[in-house]
């Protein structure tokens, strides 16, 4: 392969895959040197071909695991076998490659059984165009990589799956068929009791999550058509809006960094988790974390009648009194010391904040790691921002942010973007796809991740 083909290769299939990686340069490299190796500082090297005289550094803040040292080198070994077959036509070429990523995705995972797995993965995808009696079709399937039938007399999912009887028998999330890995069918599955494991997954998906182990694959068809692979305990792949991403936690969770407290890991595993359940229940939101010295600033956006904090409100109240003591608030002056000449319960009721009102009293004074999971994305999938202070105090929820002037996008965006100044902020878009932006080094908002 070319130098310049597998560039090319590597910046549009291999980068996009892995969350906070870029391409950094190159470096010498000989025929003892593997295709693909760990570097220093987080690095990973890669090249086409062992004969090749260089490898591509692609470097992240966090570490790259075996499971994405292992997910590359297949890719790399899939995406020689396209191009060596020398195929002119460019679109098809796509739909090869697109096919090779699917396949190394899996094979990633295990050797064994990964035929099962994407022969299952192509099933399910047949369903995603149909509908069951008019609904659209939620399916789960676990494939044990442990048991191995010798297929005598046994039912193979190829002639279960395709047939409509089985969109009965599944939803995704507690019941599933399973199957070995030679894709014969072993019964039906049933997680409403599962023990406590570790997990990173959407949280309506945890059940599942606890059951499937480096000898246990879940793969779930969602009512939008979407495909979820789980192994190890998490969510690792997922098949979204036609393109599968790479689920890597550990580092949109470091990507969250607020250099603050011994908590703030806490904290941002909170952040992060709420996104992945907005993201997998396909509610919109805009989830903003403020750095420490940037709290003032950051209230400056927020109206009174959406702070639940009695500190943070009396902070904008401090605020908004400065404010009209300026000589160009002269004749807003009076109304604002009146507005603010009362305490926190006064204003709110004064107000009518209802929905203020409504949620101080459901969140009761808790730091945002410390409330329920699924209260959490109700409250985040509430139209406006949710705000969080660096200590994980929640400042706001469903917060109309005062956007900049010449914002750009729509208004999740441009609210976004606004709290990224003082901070980090997470957009969820209504097809599941989490943004986050925050700013470099001169101030500019960027973006720090795209997944989904």
Not at 18 to 28: D, M, P, Q, R, W
Not at 50 to 75: M, P
Not at 344 to 351: A, G, Q, S
Not at 429 to 437: A, E, F, L, R, T
Request: proline share 1%; charged share 25%.
């Amino acid at each position: 392969m070319e130098k310049s083909e597998f560039y090319d290769i590597v910046g549009k299939l291999i980068v996009p895959l892995f969350t906070g990686s870029a391409l950094v340069g190159e470096e010498g490299s000989s025929p003892r040197d593997l295709e693909v190796a760990l570097g220093k500082g987080n690095t990973i090297l890669l090249k086409p071909a062992k004969a090749d005289d260089y490898r591509l550094i692609l470097k992240r803040g966090q570490a790259f695991k075996s499971l994405e040292v292992n997910l590359i080198r297949s890719i790399i070994h899939e995406i020689n076998i396209v191009s060596n077959s020398a195929i002119d036509d460019k679109m098809y070429m796509g739909n090869l490659y697109d096919m090779a990523i699917e396949k190394a995705l899996i094979e990633s995972l295990t050797e064994n059984g990964s035929d099962t797995v994407l022969g299952i993965i192509n099933a399910l995808e047949s369903w995603a165009s149909r509908t069951y009696e008019g609904f659209d079709v939620e399916l789960g399937i676990l494939v044990n990589l442990a048991v191995a039938g010798d297929g005598a007399g046994k039912l193979n999912y190829n002639k279960i799956i395709r047939r409509d009887f089985f969109a009965l028998f599944t939803d995704g999330q507690s019941s599933f068929i399973e199957f070995d890995r030679s894709g014969n069918l072993m019964g039906y599955v049933n997680l409403k009791k599962t023990k406590t494991v570790p997990t990173i997954s959407p949280n309506v998906y945890d059940r599942l999550a606890k059951v499937c182990t480096e000898k246990r694959v879940g793969i779930v068809l969602t009512e939008q058509a979407d495909i979820l692979i789980f192994f190890s305990h998490q969510l690792v792949f997922a098949k979204r809006n036609g393109k599968w991403c790479v689920y890597s936690h550990d580092e949109i969770i470091r990507l969250l960094y607020n250099n603050v407290s011994y908590t703030a890991k806490q904290i941002r595993r909170a952040i992060y988790n709420t996104a992945l359940d907005c993201s997998f229940s396909y509610k919109g939101a805009c989830i903003a974390y403020v750095n420490k010295d940037r709290t003032l600033e950051a209230l400056n956006h927020i109206d009174a009648a959406d702070i639940i904090s009695e500190e943070h409100f009396n902070m904008k109240k401090q605020l908004e009194l400065e404010e009209a003591g300026k000589l160009y608030n002269i004749g807003n002056a009076k109304e604002i010391v009146e507005k603010f000449s009362m305490s926190y319960e006064d204003f709110l009721d004064k107000n009518q904040t209802t929905k203020t009102a409504t949620i101080r009293k459901i969140v009761a004074g808790k730091k945002l790691f410390e409330l329920d999971r699924k209260l959490m994305e109700e409250m985040a999938s509430v139209d406006g921002a949710t705000v969080i202070d660096y200590d994980g105090t929640i400042i706001a929820v469903g917060a109309i942010i005062k956007i900049e002037a010449g914002s750009l996008g729509g208004g999740r965006l441009a609210a976004t973007t606004t709290m990224a100044k003082y901070g980090v902020a997470i957009k969820v878009s209504q097809d599941g796809i989490m943004q986050g932006y925050s700013v470099d080094k001169q101030g500019k908002v960027k973006q720090i991740f795209n997944v989904g």
